[in-house]
Structure formats: structure tokens, C-alpha cells
């Protein structure tokens, strides 16, 4: 080595403390207060040649002497350098760092220190033109672990460089995991107790492993797990970090995608137990080939082709473990490295099995993690598309409105959807008798079945029963392929028919025979067909009437209506008519990207004044055109297109104080004021009725009259 170089002597850090003032050259192992627990723990990334040599570790209670002389935990090799440079120590701060008075001074990022400072994140300690980087975790530290591979080098002139006597042992699987479990080979000079004992203490890592949750906590367990079965100086856990977007999937293993993650060190308190040591380029090369193989190398001091130099200079190793993490489908995720350096603990072939069949575990363990947290991932998207789909889905089947009549309908939903009764929904159209059977399916035990609906008005009596129970091929001109008609389609879910009503005489007889729990055929069909469906009938006529006329089956009249629930229109929802202008305001704004934040006033009592002919569905189309049509922030008159014909000026309540119209009932005109003051005071009964100067409980019982007016 020249004389300008970066060394760490082998010193015990069991024996270094700090605390006390340094001075000559008293070696940096005096005692000193232990400082409290929770700092901590950091690495001085020592670079070499560009790329790291050797990684010193900082665990709390510690200082560390950086500086010429060879008793220093870091000897710099330099005549630039003081006997005692620098000092690195742990203090209540943190990692403090500061100059022993050098005769060039110590630089942190560019700026020479003057007094003590904090270390953070990433800061580069120069000493006598040495660069030592400061960083909590390894794979934090600038630069690669390892370069890339020379140009010009392949895969064979990489492994004829380690064809030393120093390999002594190669192996791809071990006997472990893969050899019979009771053969015990007499060659290793193991005996089946001892095997017995490894296969335990593999299980239960593999058991431990199984709980893990991350990538970094599977491999402190193993290496830790390894500090226990193997006597090893110093041990590194490598990762393989993903390959470019442009590079083939298959693409081999650039060394330099070999990042270290972990390390580990002897704490038996001898020399260098901790400084960790990377293997050689070749060594590396070799091990991560596609045919690669774990190595057990022996008598390597000296190697270079095997181990890299300590912090001296010298290749001290005397055998080393190489064994590649490889899962089942043999993609390197990783390696695993060993090394001793006291010749007395030398590696045997046992070992080289164990660190095998433990790489062969940990890589099944990443192999499931990165599996698992594709998953999460993917169950991540799926619950922020459910989330999204949801509120928009939310909007479509959620009844907005305060009113009575709203809240009557809510309780009559709650009571009626978990008991699987056909239900018969009846109001004027536009009114949402389709979000009602909507909530009715999503509040059931059905909700996660499908909702199929089909409006019986919209198809000729042919269409409505092929559409309804389905047809075969060929049953009719124009049926090319086999159909599924709505009640398969609804299986275990609910089926909605709108207009029930328009229901063709055949078909009723049909449609009865299925509510009553018969199978069906297809139209043109023989095989009986079996469904598990709730019906959910809606209407706008008087069924009843029709039964009376002769044009409703009676008995299907009777069989949907087990709940009968009646949607009031609109106009007799009093102030939900600007709860529902607000919400449909909010959904265009969403849609349309639109920043309309209000309703003037104005524009307000037009919306309660006007009659809604078209009810709810109406509504909302005045409201689409007045956010198309605004450039605005806010909502005014001018923005409201009313129908003249059926605008609250000429209704019957107009038409009552205008002199030209004196044949308005009485009745009517008290109809007309009450309406007027339940829509002043939003719906509320208790100040209508105060105002009306009539008990509530007499406002109630002509407002159930009014209702059996509509009805009748």
C-alpha cells in the first residue's frame, strides 16, 4: 500500500469509550459515562478508489480517533494527516464530530470545522484528502457498492480468475432443504443429531420469517439468525435493485445493481469485529451468474481475487461463504456473504449448507413479500376505485330531501329492504321511483347481487318477454344467438320494472308464475329455468283502477302489491326543491368543471314557486342548462328556463287573486294557501300551522286528504 492511504487498525470498539479530553497521543479506548440509549446507530462509509472499501459502524456508547498513528480506530495513511486528526463520538445530540487541533484541519461538506459539530444525513468528513462519508443506513452512502464490470470482462475470464485451490466447496442446493431427511453423510464427518438440530433451527427462521413484514426486518433476522449457527468475523446482506424500464427483463445482473443492505459483526470484543468487508468483484461476478453457485473458500489471505483489502491494506480473510439468493424460478434477488479472519474459526462444509439452505429461505420470504406488497398495492388501487365508484354511485341511489314525505319514504325503505317482500313503487314519472328501488336494493342482503332494470312501456309485448325471460336460437326471426333475459341476469340480485303497468295480459299471467317461485322457460325453449330474484315494480297509473277496468290481472296486482311505497312529486316537497337544485349543482360542477358556488335568491323562489310538471327529473335538466349556460359563479333567474304554461303566476293560486278567475273553489284556494305556506316555511308544519292559525294535528289531516284527492 503507498504511503497515502486510509487504513482501520484492528482494535476492539467493546474497548473504546469516550468522555474524557484527548491529548498526545493517548489511544481513543479511555472510559467515559455511558451516554443515554435511543441515539442512533450510523456508518462511516470509507471510499477507496471510488467506490466504498470499508464500512465502520457507530453503535452508542463510542468515539472514534481518525489520524496517522496505527493505534487509531481509523488510521489515515498520510503525512498530511496528524497523529490525532479527528474524533467521532456519541453524544445527546447525536453523532458529534470535531478537530484535535490537525495541522490542516477537518472538513465536513467543503467548510473546515472550528468547534464541535452535529453529524447528519450524508455529511463528507475530508481528512488529508481522504473522503469519508457519515450515514445512518448503509445503502444511503453515494456510489456503488461495487463498479460495473470492466469492459471488455465476461462471465468466463470472471471465473477462471477465482479457479483457485482456495474454493474448496461449490453448491447449489443444499442437502438441507433438498437432500433425504434421514441420510446422514459420514463424509461431511456430521452426525444426524447435529443435522437434526440445523433443520430445527432452519424451521423455525423459516416459521419467524413467515411474520415478517418487510424486506429489511427478514434480513436483520437472518443475519442475526446466522450470528447464532455460524462463527463468522463479519457478514453482508446484498439486494439487487430493479432493472432500468429500458432494459430487457431478462437482462443479466450488472454488479452494480448489487447494493449492500446489512451488516453484521462478531461482538466476541477482538480486532476489526467492526469494520465489514466486501468481497472481490470476481468473487461477486461469479456468484450471481445464471449458473452461479454458493462458494466456500479457505486459505484466502492474500487473495485478491476473493477478499478486498482491510483498512491495513492486507487481505486478512481466512475463509469466506458466498452463497446467491435465488428463488424458485432461480431470479437472483440477492446474496449472502461470511467471512472469518481468525484461523482457528475456519468455515467447514456444514457451514456452506446452512448459509445455502438460508438463502434459499430468505428468498422464498422476499420472493413472497414482493408478492404480497404487489397485492397491497393492487388491493390499494382497487379500494380507491371502489371509493371513487362508490361516491359516485352514492349520488345516484341517495334520497336528498328534509321533508316529511322524504323521511316517510326512508323509514317505509329501512323497514321494507331487509325482508326480500316484492315492493311496488308508485308516483308520478320523474319523480325517482327508480332511486327508490335502488335504495330498497342496496339497503337488502342483495346489495351485492346485481340491479337489472327494464321499462315495460319501451318494448313491444314479443321484445318484453324475450327481454324478460330470454329466448333461444332460431325461437323467432332475428334470434341468432341465444339470449339471457333479465330475470337470469338478476339472479340473486334485484329486478326492477318500471311501468309495470303497460305489462301485456300474456305476459302477466308469465311474469305471475315466476314471482310465485315456478321456473320459466326461455321463449322458444324446453329446459326449465330456476331464479333467485326480488321484484321491485314501479308504476305512475292506479293499478287498482285498471284491475277494476280489466286491464290488470288481479292476481299479480295483488302479488306486488305486499309493499306498496308512494313518491310524492315534487311539488309537494315544499323546500326540497332547493336541496335537490344544490345537489344536482354540486354533481355538474364535478362533471363539467365548473365553479358555481350559489342560487340568488331570486332564482331560489322561482325554483318553489314553479309547479314541476316533470317533477324531479325536470329539475334537473333546468339546472344542467343553467350551469351549461353560466359563466358565472352564481345561479340567477335569468339562468332558469320554467315552462310559462305551468309557472306558479298562472297555477291555481294565481288564477285564484286574479279578478279574471272566480271559478276557483274554495277548496282549492285553501289547498293552494297551505301549499304556498309549507313552501315559506321550508317544510316545516308546526310554524305552517301557526301560521295558518290551525293545530297541527288539523293541518296533518288535510294534508292526508289532499293526498287522497291525488289519488282518487
Keep these: 500500500m503507498s504511503d497515502s492511504s486510509l487504513s482501520m487498525p484492528s482494535h476492539s470498539d467493546d474497548s473504546v469509550s469516550s468522555g474524557v479530553p484527548l491529548s498526545g497521543d493517548t489511544h481513543g479506548s479511555g472510559s467515559f459515562e455511558s451516554i443515554a440509549s435511543g441515539i442512533p446507530s450510523g456508518y462511516l462509509v470509507l471510499q477507496s478508489a471510488g467506490r466504498w472499501s470499508d464500512v465502520f459502524r457507530l453503535a452508542a456508547p463510542m468515539q472514534v480517533i481518525l489520524g496517522r498513528s496505527s493505534s487509531n480506530d481509523i488510521s489515515i495513511r498520510s503525512e498530511k494527516a496528524s497523529r490525532q486528526h479527528a474524533r467521532v463520538w456519541s453524544a445527546e445530540e447525536g453523532w458529534m464530530i470535531e478537530d484535535l487541533g490537525s495541522r490542516n484541519g477537518t472538513r465536513v461538506d467543503g467548510q473546515t470545522i472550528r468547534e464541535p459539530i452535529v453529524l447528519r444525513e450524508g455529511n463528507k468528513i475530508e481528512i488529508a484528502g481522504f473522503s469519508i462519508q457519515f450515514v445512518h443506513q448503509i445503502q444511503s452512502a453515494d456510489g456503488p457498492i461495487a463498479p460495473p464490470r470492466p469492459a471488455g470482462a465476461t462471465e468466463d475470464n470472471l471465473t477462471l480468475a477465482m479457479d483457485s485451490a482456495s474454493i474448496t466447496d461449490r453448491r447449489a442446493k443444499s442437502d438441507y432443504l433438498h437432500g433425504d431427511p434421514l441420510h446422514c453423510d459420514p463424509l461431511r464427518g456430521e452426525s444426524e443429531l447435529s443435522r437434526e438440530r440445523a ?65 453484521r459483526q462478531s461482538s466476541d470484543g477482538k480486532p476489526g469485529s467492526n469494520s465489514y468487508r466486501r468481497p472481490a468483484d470476481t468473487a461477486i461476478a461469479t456468484v450471481i ?44 434477488l440477492g446474496m449472502l456473504h461470511l467471512l472469518t479472519t481468525d484461523p482457528a474459526a475456519v468455515f467447514s462444509p456444514r457451514d456452506l449448507e446452512f448459509v445455502l439452505a438460508v438463502a434459499e429461505i430468505l428468498a422464498e420470504s422476499l420472493r413472497n413479500l414482493r408478492v404480497r406488497g404487489k397485492l397491497d398495492r393492487s388491493l390499494r388501487r382497487s379500494q380507491r376505485q371502489i371509493k371513487v365508484l362508490q361516491e359516485q354511485l352514492g349520488g345516484k341511489i341517495e334520497i336528498v330531501g328534509q321533508s316529511d314525505a322524504v323521511r316517510d319514504i326512508g323509514e317505509q325503505i329501512a323497514l321494507a329492504a331487509p325482508t326480500g317482500a316484492t315492493v311496488l313503487v308508485r308516483g308520478e314519472s320523474g319523480v325517482g321511483k327508480e332511486l327508490v328501488a335502488s335504495a330498497i336494493h342496496h339497503a337488502s342482503r342483495r346489495a351485492s347481487g346485481p340491479l337489472v332494470c327494464l321499462n315495460c312501456a319501451a318494448l313491444s309485448p314479443s321484445l318484453l318477454e324475450s327481454e324478460l325471460f330470454g329466448h333461444e336460437k332460431g325461437a323467432f326471426t332475428g334470434a341468432t344467438d341465444r339470449k339471457q333475459g333479465k330475470f337470469e341476469a338478476a339472479d340473486g340480485g334485484t329486478l326492477m320494472l318500471d311501468e309495470i303497468g303497460e305489462m301485456d295480459a300474456e305476459i302477466q299471467a308469465k311474469f305471475l308464475r315466476v314471482l310465485e317461485g315456478h321456473p320459466f322457460e326461455r321463449v322458444g325453449g324446453q329446459s326449465p329455468i330456476k331464479v333467485d330474484v326480488r321484484v321491485v315494480a314501479a308504476t305512475n297509473r292506479d293499478l287498482q283502477a285498471m284491475v277494476a277496468e280489466g286491464k290488470f290481472r288481479q292476481d299479480l296486482f295483488y302479488r306486488l302489491h305486499v309493499v306498496e311505497i308512494l313518491v310524492p312529486p315534487l311539488r309537494k316537497r315544499g323546500a326540497d326543491v332547493i336541496l335537490l337544485a344544490e345537489h344536482f349543482l354540486s354533481q355538474f360542477n364535478l362533471q363539467m368543471g365548473r365553479r358555481i358556488t350559489s342560487i340568488s335568491d331570486e332564482a331560489r323562489a322561482m325554483l318553489l314557486d314553479y309547479r314541476w310538471p316533470g317533477n324531479i327529473r325536470e329539475l334537473r335538466n333546468v339546472i344542467e342548462r343553467a350551469v351549461v349556460l353560466n359563466s358565472g359563479t352564481s345561479i340567477e333567474s335569468k339562468h332558469l328556463l320554467l315552462t310559462p304554461a305551468q309557472h306558479a303566476d298562472t297555477d291555481s293560486s294565481a288564477a285564484a287573486a286574479s279578478t279574471s278567475a272566480v271559478d276557483v273553489s274554495l277548496a282549492d284556494l285553501e289547498r293552494s294557501h297551505i301549499e304556498r305556506v309549507l313552501r315559506h316555511t321550508d317544510g316545516n308544519k308546526s310554524r305552517a300551522a301557526s301560521i295558518l292559525g290551525i293545530e297541527r294535528s288539523t293541518l296533518d289531516r288535510k294534508l292526508k286528504r289532499f293526498v287522497k284527492d291525488d289519488e282518487s
Excluded: C, H, W
Excluded at 437472518?222 to 468475523?233: G, T
Excluded at 487473495?303 to 432461480?330: C, F
Design 289 to 332: 451468474g445464471d449458473d452461479g453457485q454458493a462458494i466456500l473458500a479457505r486459505n484466502v489471505s492474500g487473495d485478491r481475487t476473493l477478499a478486498t483489502e482491510n483498512s491495513q491494506g492486507e487481505v486478512d480473510a481466512v475463509s469466506m461463504i458466498l452463497a446467491p439468493v435465488k428463488d424458485r424460478e432461480k431470479r437472483l
Design 199 to 263: 433443520r430445527g433451527a432452519l424451521l423455525q427462521l423459516a416459521f419467524e420469517l413467515a411474520g415478517i413484514d418487510t424486506a429489511a426486518a427478514a434480513i436483520d433476522l437472518v443475519l442475526d439468525r446466522l450470528a447464532v449457527a455460524v462463527p463468522f468475523r463479519s457478514a453482508g446482506a446484498y439486494l439487487v435493485s430493479p432493472a432500468d424500464k429500458k432494459s430487457p427483463a431478462d437482462a443479466a445482473i450488472d454488479l452494480a445493481r448489487i447494493s449492500l443492505v446489512a451488516t
